[in-house]
């Protein structure tokens, strides 16, 4: 680095940049987002973990998915919150490190948890006498903590990589976080190897892991039409539309963002897109599995008990 170049320590997060009084609208909009999808989540972790009716497999997967997605939640929006209320919307730059690999680690968890959802659906459905041996608990486990093993792992790369380059300014982020395409621009030096790795380590996490999702599908797809009975097919799809619906949420969203070129969006609808993957689709997600019929028994006997005390 010249001696005319400094480290910057701190960065400015724009966020939307919209009238003051629009601010207040979007704190309140945003927080009660946030606090929909905290407890959406750990409504579904608190039914799971007290109903041992839910104490299955396809169950483990989803209480995995729900602390996810509140974690990956909270990575960015708790600051975002304090951006729109404070008059100073600066972050030290460690922190806006941390955050983006936070954001990171928890996208990519989130994108190997659907896969291996989706294996857990095939393997109960295309082989459902092996299901018990072949989903043990101890082979769940191993799954689960491989799902987020691998991710911090991966978004660790992209830290280490982010740290050889020297950072002079600017010391603006168009953005509401530390999204990591917006730290590459804070970067005095060349950042095409970031960036190459970037899309590569997009294009191995989200088409990768999609084909292997289309393809257990693609399996149970046949599996179900095999099955002679209406009632067995519609409990085989019954079974699979919700993970579907949150599986084609997840990689629709992300691969909008990410894979997409960069002329086919503005800053601000990029912003709008980031907004939806981190704060909707965890929002939603409860939605949709609490809508099976094992999740709203599991919610009725709990509240059953309540009245009946």
Known sequence: MGSNQTWITEVILLGFQVDPKLEVFLFAFVLLFYSLTVMGNGLILGLIWLDPRLHTPMYFFLSNLAIVDMSHASSIVPKMLANLIMETKTISFAPCLLQTFLYLALAVTECMSL??????????????????????????????????????????????????????????????????????????????LNQIVLFAGSVFVLVGPLCLVLV??????????????????????????????????????????????????????????????????????????????????????????????
Not at 159 to 164: E, K, S, T, V, W
Not at 222 to 239: C, D, H, N, V
């Open 115 to 192: 896969v291996v959802m989706s294996y857990d659906r095939y393997v109960a459905i295309c082989h459902p006498f092996h299901y018990s041996v072949i989903m043990s608990w101890r082979i769940c486990t191993v799954l689960a903590a491989t799902c987020w093993i691998f991710s911090f792992l991966l978004a660790l790369v992209h830290i280490i990589l982010i740290l050889r380059l020297p950072f002079c300014g600017p010391q603006k982020i168009n953005h509401f976080f530390c999204q990591i395409m917006s730290v590459f621009r804070l970067a005095c030096a060349d950042t095409r």
């Open 216 to 309: 257990s599908y693609m399996h149970i797809l046949l599996a179900i039409l095999r099955i002679q009975s209406k009632e067995g097919r519609r409990k085989a799809f019954s079974t699979c539309s919700s993970h579907l619906c949150v599986v084609g949420l997840f990689f629709g969203s992300a691969i909008v963002m990410y894979l997409a070129p960069k002329s086919s969006h503005s800053q601000e609808q990029r912003k709008i897109l980031s907004l939806f993957y981190s704060l909707f689709n965890p929002m939603l997600n409860p939605l949709i599995y609490s809508l099976r019929n094992s999740v709203k028994g599991a919610l009725g006997r709990f509240l059953g008990k309540k009245s009946s005390v």
